[in-house]
C-alpha cells in the first residue's frame, strides 16, 4: 500500500524552539505539499515543491521554511514556533496532475 | 481564496439514507476531486473526474461534473455511521501554472446517526 509518513502525530513544542516536521513518501511522486488546517480556516498551503531542491510558497509561508533533498522526503522547518502555529499539520504527495494526492495522517503541533 | 465552495457546511442524516454534498468552483478546470477526512485524520482520495466526464461511480459513491454551472456533487447512498467525517473537493483549475497544486474548498461535515 502506498503510503506517505509523517514522522509524529502528537507534538509539543516550546514558544521559540526550532520545530522540524519529515515527511517520507514511496511513490516516487515528484510533487510534495505541506498544508496547515485550522477550523473554519480549511486548508491552507504553505509550501510545495515540484522536484528535488525545488520550491514554492504557497498562501502562508511566513514563519516556515521548507527542504527537499531527496525526493521521497520534504521536511517543514518552524523556525522560531510561536503560539500561533499550534495546528494540524498535513504532508501531501501527488504525481503530475491527473491524480489525487495521498496525505499523510498529520501531525497535531502544540506549541506553548 | 479557495476556489471550491462546498454547499452544505453540515449535514445530519440516518444511517441508511443518501448524502448529497456539492461543490462550485470560479474558473475553468482539468478535473475535480473529492476526500474524506475523518477526525484528526488526513484526507483520504476518494474519485477524480476529468472536465471531460459528467458521471463517476465507486461503490456507493457517485460524483458528477457540470462544467457550464461549475459544480459538482458528491452522492454516498446507504449511508453508514462510518461514513461520518468530513469530505472535500479540490480542483486542478486550467490556466494553473503550478502543474500539481490543486485548490480545495472548506468541506462538508456529514454526520449520520445509527
Known amino acids: 500500500d502506498v503510503k506517505v509518513t509523517q514522522s509524529s502525530r502528537y507534538l509539543v513544542k516550546r514558544t521559540g524552539e526550532k520545530v522540524f516536521l519529515e515527511c517520507v513518501q514511496d511513490?516516487?511522486?515528484?510533487?510534495m505539499f505541506w498544508y496547515r488546517q485550522d477550523p473554519g480556516l480549511g486548508l491552507r498551503l504553505i509550501y510545495f515543491s515540484y522536484d528535488v531542491k525545488m520550491k514554492e510558497k504557497g498562501d502562508i509561508p511566513e514563519g516556515y521554511s521548507v527542504s527537499r533533498e531527496k525526493k521521497e522526503r520534504f521536511s517543514l522547518i518552524l523556525e522560531s514556533a510561536s503560539t500561533n502555529q499550534t495546528s494540524m499539520y498535513l504532508c501531501?504527495?501527488?504525481?503530475?496532475?491527473?491524480?489525487?494526492?495521498?496525505f499523510g495522517s498529520g501531525t497535531r503541533l502544540t506549541v506553548v | 481564496s479557495q476556489q471550491g465552495e462546498e454547499d452544505p457546511q453540515a449535514l445530519s442524516i440516518q444511517e441508511g439514507e443518501n448524502a448529497t454534498m456539492n461543490c462550485s468552483y470560479k474558473?475553468?478546470?482539468?478535473?475535480l476531486q473529492w476526500y474524506r477526512q475523518n477526525s484528526g485524520r488526513g484526507l483520504v482520495h476518494l474519485i477524480l473526474i476529468r472536465s471531460n466526464e459528467r458521471e463517476k461511480h465507486s461503490g456507493r459513491l457517485r460524483v458528477t461534473l457540470d462544467t457550464s454551472k461549475k459544480s459538482s456533487s458528491l452522492l454516498i447512498t446507504a449511508s453508514r455511521a462510518a461514513d461520518t467525517a468530513s469530505y472535500f473537493c479540490?480542483?486542478?483549475?486550467?490556466?494553473?501554472?503550478?502543474?500539481?497544486?490543486?485548490?480545495f474548498g472548506d468541506g462538508t461535515t456529514l454526520t449520520v446517526k445509527p
Open positions: 474558473t475553468s478546470i482539468n478535473n
Open positions: 511513490m516516487d511522486h515528484e510533487n
Open positions: 479540490a480542483t486542478d483549475a486550467t490556466q494553473n501554472t503550478n502543474a500539481g497544486k490543486s485548490t
Open positions: 501531501a504527495s501527488r504525481p503530475w496532475t491527473g491524480r489525487g494526492y495521498t
